[in-house]
């Protein structure tokens, strides 16, 4: 896996923007790259003034965007027993399969927003999604809802750790499980918050 990162980084460092898009399309296309290690040096070199934000963040998110689409497909067109059979050749695991299916059987759509936040799951995900033949529109939406705040964390933590920025490619699993923690609370409390203010309003129309 280092010979494949030194070429990853070497990829990025030469190609800029197409690199990351091409990247993380593989990545999202459940090709075992991690994108800790896509964004975090992007982020590098946003700090060394060799790139943009928005074109690293516009980069990956085509590029996930893209390669989410094509794991949907392969998981509707293909279903289960077509990635079970077929995907060892694309370094694809069975459990690494089962952990999202999991995850799509008790969370449902919601898990397409979630999951971009998690570690293996975010990867493959699409592919549940596909086999249960999910709304292709919704599917999109919630993926790029997710997938945003990830991408945009990731390329800002490359940027502010600057040198430092491997340390991501070791605390990447656990900060994606305190960013899902947080962002759950976030969530839950807007959520809150406007329920009262709804039943507020409701009080007063009923005056």
Not at 164 to 181: M, N, R
């Amino acid at each position: 896996m280092e010979q494949f990162s030194t070429m990853f980084l070497e990829f990025i460092a030469s190609w800029g923007y197409f690199a990351i898009a091409i990247l993380m399309a593989a990545e999202n296309a459940c090709i075992p790259i991690p994108s800790e290690l896509i964004l975090g040096f992007a982020g590098y070199l946003i700090f060394s003034g060799q790139l943009t934000f928005a074109g690293a963040l516009t980069a990956g998110m085509v590029g996930g965007m893209l390669g989410s689409i094509f794991a949907y497909l392969v998981g509707h067109y293909g279903g289960r027993s077509f990635v079970d059979r077929y995907g060892h050749y694309f370094f694809i695991k069975k459990s690494h399969v089962d952990v999202a299916q999991n995850w799509f059987d008790k969370y449902g759509l919601k898990a397409v927003f979630f999951s971009r936040m998690l570690p293996v799951v975010r990867t493959f995900i699409s592919l549940p999604a596909g086999f249960a033949h999910v709304d292709m529109k919704r599917f999109l939406i919630l993926t790029f809802a997710g997938a945003l705040p990830w991408t945009a964390l990731i390329l800002y933590a490359g940027m502010m750790l600057g040198e430092s920025w491997k340390v991501l490619t070791q605390i990447g699993h656990e900060a994606s499980i305190v960013f899902v923690v947080v962002a759950a609370i976030v969530i839950g409390a807007l959520y809150i918050r406007h329920k009262k203010r709804k039943n507020a309003q409701e009080s007063v129309d009923a005056e």
